[in-house]
């Protein structure tokens, strides 16, 4: 999903941020705002969060110490986009007597390197929602690393889960925190694992034998 981080001339492959990024700019998907998923953002913003900003510098330009003021435009990194929140909803299937899990909306995670903190820092850009990308989706292939010859589109990938995960939280009592708010380090991983399990149990459960 990470690559190309340039567009494939060869076929026409994008990485799924850039598909994203080019609908938004287009004006065809609507972004929202990381911290409420009510609130529209532009793409303008998505890009500042990005990475994109101007600087000035100073530049000496004679002998005699005189200097003038450049502005340096920097670009936005698309390419330190490493992660990606879903915000999913699992149901019991009552016709089809299965658990089952409906992809409500998806949040890219921004994840460079501020020289002036010489930090990482890793922040939450946009909302979309997964039903406003579908079609989108459907239309661009994943390169699929086993069977080069059989290629599925970002829809297939997604509906078919073919992805790994940690569950990074679940809807409950405490307003909804996050495992990060109560556990760290390798606590959280338990955690996570802790709640899939309830996952698999809740569905197994619900079997007779």
């Known amino acids: 999903m990470y690559y190309p981080t340039r567009t494939d001339v060869r076929d026409g492959r994008k990485s799924f941020i850039t598909i994203l990024l080019e609908e938004i700019q287009a004006g065809k998907v609507t972004a929202y705002s990381a911290q409420n998923m009510s609130v529209p953002t532009t793409y303008q913003d998505i890009q500042t969060h990005m990475g994109a900003?101007?600087?000035?510098?100073?530049i000496q330009i004679d002998a005699a110490g005189h200097t003038r003021d450049s502005v340096i435009p920097e670009s936005a990194k698309p390419e330190e986009i490493k992660q990606l929140m879903l915000y999913e909803e699992w149901y019991f299937d009552q016709k089809y007597s299965k658990l089952d899990v409906r992809i409500?909306?998806?949040?890219?995670?921004?994840?460079?390197?501020?020289?002036?903190?010489?930090?990482?820092?890793?922040?939450?850009?946009?909302?979309?929602?997964?039903?406003?990308?579908?079609?989108?989706?459907?239309k661009n292939e994943v390169f699929v690393a086993n069977n080069d010859a059989q290629r599925i589109s970002f829809d297939d990938l997604f509906m078919q889960r073919r992805f790994s995960s940690i569950i990074y939280g679940e809807s409950n009592v405490y307003n909804d925190r996050n495992i990060n708010e109560y556990t760290i380090g390798k606590a959280s991983l338990f955690e996570a694992e802790r709640l899939k399990t309830e996952l698999f149990n809740f569905e197994h459960d619900l079997w007779e034998y």
Do not use: S
């Open 53 to 58: 900003t101007t600087k000035i510098q100073h």
């Open 104 to 138: 409500i909306a998806v949040c890219p995670f921004y994840m460079g390197y501020d020289t002036e903190t010489n930090q990482t820092v890793h922040i939450a850009l946009f909302w979309v929602k997964f039903d406003d990308i579908r079609d989108v989706l459907a």
